[in-house]
């Protein structure tokens, strides 16, 4: 399920970083010690003592729990770096922040505290950078709020000449600073100005987070590899923990233990039994079809006895099915056409059993019976070909079977009763207990909330969902706004006990006041672990995870093994001599510098051929890569009357606009019976153009022949050739 959420998200218009970074994130105080920040509150001691190594001038990553009040912490760090400087000179403060509505909350609170203060707070984000000067915004104000990649643009493009214009830069979660992600882009440039011997001041560099986590690391040593790379991406010389006033710490914040629970699973599941049938007789109409033409795609199929149903091992192998199917090919087109769109349609039924059979592990059946019903009615409404109606057919049959087994009382998922009863169990402890229970997917939360609203024994608790923005095929996110509203009801109205949430929406959302923190069936790594239990901030609270697995409670343990690891680690380098731990920092950047520079050198070939784009589910011609055309380096359109006849538009639900675009339709093939989505239809200035996505379909090289398929566009080094007005029709 999850996959599915990576492979159908909708185009990027609205961010230009990589999808990975759009899952809400939240501030990481909560609104009432922000609340706070705007009077000239008395800092808590162990905030000052956070606070001392960066005031002192020092390179520092403070480590600190979730909602212990690091915002609080950075505006005494800003505001004694802005004051320490003599008359005539001026600090420049840069405050990043990765996510929209952490960089929203965190601009009001700077400005707040710093304008009456007489200082001059902006922000820029990717969604109001179009139309305004970064350099301005930068020359004419004392702190700028970014998210990062506006600086990383600006840094490439030349608008901001060098770091040197700043004098202290603050990396809100700081433990992102790796691979590719903008902050470490930010910090490549300072490296290399740093290590290149320029006679330029750098800025000092901030970093806050709640877990510097330790990666893969299995011992200490490795963690300590991990810990100390972490420190020289980001030029840091201390470490900054609680240590004096802890105590006062764990009376502010309260790090609720975690408990396991294992609980039972099906021992019989008949609703399992019969949607494996018809897996099986739909993977025997695909392998059939494959025998007969004899191709090698019948070895990738040919492991299906290895395969278990209903998991996401299962997901992942039907994926590498289904992309092999679509770069078949005959010397017949129609027919390739034919035998390609089937097959298509036989591996994306066999993906939405397995996902209804996941379903049914972890909720009830009628829940995975639903999921199926409003699948074969989508299917129903659009192209409807025969393969479809025969597949539609094969279900029906089974229908009524299925029907009673969903409404059979015996055939209760044993995994719920134990939810059910731990749910009954502790608000007959305390009646005022609130609850935020995490599950895998969305489709899960959503079944789950079913549950708990048709559950006379749970009546009593009114539940809420919050989902992630992303997109699937089956749900559109949940929006901005429809977050907060979600996150509201549950802070305030007092019926509303329980709020059910997935795992794309745990990093750093702040929900104050619950005390019961369920994982149903839910892992994470070591920095959404903390994070997670960040949550329960109530005093009193409890954090419990719920599996049917053993494996789980192993896994969880190693989190648990990894986060002392951490600690020990931390404790371990701040008892190093600060010189020593600068000199091993300064070995590490030398090397990673040396790595970066060699790997610059190997620019991606780029392939001038003139190559054919077809249609990745019905393999229809769509339209040659000369007359693609990239617009703003990241969005691709198609020229040409010709591409106009390929593809049929439908008005968009939700019309848009982003920078420079208005979304207005999306655009389907206009092959018969195919409809795959291909992209959307936007206002471009005075154009209106389509905007393709890459994954919709195969790429062809006209000489050979030979397919490929490309998830990004950057991954496809064809010739690109900006947009250009001149060369559109008046
Ligand atoms: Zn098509």
Redesign the pocket.
């Given at each position: 399920l999850e996959n599915e959420e990576m492979e159908t998200s909708d185009i990027q218009i609205f961010y230009k970083e990589e999808p990975d970074y759009q899952n809400l994130s939240q501030n990481s105080s909560p609104p009432s010690e922000v609340s706070h920040t705007y009077s000239p509150l008395k800092p808590r001691n162990y905030q000052l003592e956070l606070a001392l190594p960066a005031k002192e001038g020092k390179n520092t990553i403070i480590c600190a729990p979730t909602g212990c009040g690091k915002t609080f912490v950075s505006l005494l760090i800003c505001e004694h770096h802005l004051k320490k400087f003599p008359q005539g000179q001026k600090g420049k403060v840069v405050f990043f922040a990765i996510q929209v509505p952490v960089y929203e909350q965190q601009k009001s609170v700077f400005s707040n505290y710093f304008e009456r203060r007489g200082y001059k707070v902006a922000g820029i984000s990717g969604e109001t950078s179009e139309n305004v000067s970064v350099e301005q915004i930068v020359e004419n104000n004392d702190i700028i709020i970014l998210t990062p990649q506006i600086l990383v643009n600006s840094l490439k493009s030349g608008t901001i000449p060098s770091l040197s214009v700043f004098t202290l830069m603050i990396f809100d979660e700081c433990h992102n600073t790796s691979k590719h992600h903008p902050y470490n882009m930010i910090m490549f440039n300072y490296l290399d100005q740093k290590l290149g011997g320029s006679s330029d001041l750098l800025p000092q560099v901030v970093g806050l987070t709640a877990s510097v986590g330790v990666g893969d690391a299995k011992n200490t040593a490795e963690a300590m590899e991990y810990i100390c790379k972490l420190c020289a991406s980001l030029d840091t010389s201390v470490i900054s923990t609680v240590k004096e006033n802890l105590q006062e710490l764990t009376e502010v914040v309260y790090k609720p233990e975690k408990d396991f629970r294992k609980v039972e699973s099906w021992t019989t599941n008949s609703f399992k039994y019969i949607i494996s049938q018809l897996m099986r007789e739909t993977q025997s109409l695909a392998k059939s079809i494959l025998d007969e033409l004899g191709t090698t795609t019948v070895e990738n199929l040919s492991h299906i006895q290895n395969q278990d149903f209903g998991t996401q091992k299962y997901e992942q192998w039907i994926i590498a099915v289904q992309k092999a199917c679509v770069v078949f090919q005959l010397p017949d087109k129609a027919e390739e056409?034919r035998i390609c769109?089937a097959l298509f349609l036989y591996t994306s039924h066999l993906r939405k059993y397995n996902d209804a059979l996941i379903i049914s592990e972890h909720a009830r059946i009628k829940d995975a019976l639903d999921y199926l019903k409003d699948f074969f009615n989508n299917v129903r409404a659009a192209g409807f070909d025969e393969t479809e109606q025969d597949l539609t057919r094969r279900f029906e049959e089974k229908l009524q079977e299925l029907e009673s087994v969903s409404m059979d009382p015996s055939n209760e998922n044993p995994k719920l009763q134990d939810l059910c009863f731990i749910l009954q169990e502790e608000y007959h402890l305390n009646p005022e207990t609130r609850t935020i229970l995490f599950a895998k997917t969305r489709a899960l939360v959503d079944a789950l909330k079913k549950w708990i609203e048709e559950n006379p024994k749970l009546s009593f608790l009114r539940p809420g969902i919050l989902t992630g923005r992303g997109k699937t095929s089956s749900n559109t996110g949940m929006t901005l706004p429809a977050q907060k509203c979600a996150l509201d009801a549950f802070r305030t109205d007092g019926d509303n006990r329980i709020l059910i949430t997935t795992s794309v929406a745990d990093e750093g959302i702040d929900i104050a006041q619950c005390n019961l923190v369920i994982l149903y069936e839910y892992v994470g790594n070591v920095i959404k672990m903390i994070q997670t239990r960040g949550r329960g901030r109530a005093k009193g609270s409890k954090c419990l995870l719920l599996t049917s697995d053993a494996d789980v409670i192993e896994k969880e343990k190693i989190n648990m093994y990894k986060e002392k690891m951490m600690n020990d680690c931390i404790l371990n380098l701040q008892a190093w001599n600060e010189a020593v731990f600068k000199e091993k920092i300064h070995q590490i950047q030398i090397h990673e510098k040396f790595i970066r520079d060699s790997q610059g050198k190997a620019e991606p070939v780029l392939d001038k051929k003139n190559k054919k784009l077809?249609?990745?589910?019905?393999?229809?011609f769509?339209c040659y890569t000369a007359d693609i055309r990239v617009i703003e380096e990241c969005h691709y359109t198609v020229v040409g009357d010709a591409f106009k006849e390929c593809f049929v538009c439908e008005k968009h639900p939700k019309p848009k606009s982003f920078g420079s675009f208005e979304k207005r339709a999306k655009i389907?093939?206009?092959?018969e019976n195919?409809?795959?989505d291909?992209g959307i239809y936007v206002k471009y200035r005075a154009f209106e153009i389509p905007v393709i996505k890459i994954q919709s379909f195969v790429v062809e090289d006209i000489a050979t022949g030979v397919q490929t398929l490309y998830a990004k566009w950057t991954d496809f080094h064809f010739e690109k050739i900006p947009f250009d007005a001149a060369e559109m029709p008046q």
């Open positions: 056409s769109k077809l249609c990745r589910k019905c393999k229809a769509a389907f093939c206009a092959g195919c409809r795959h291909w």
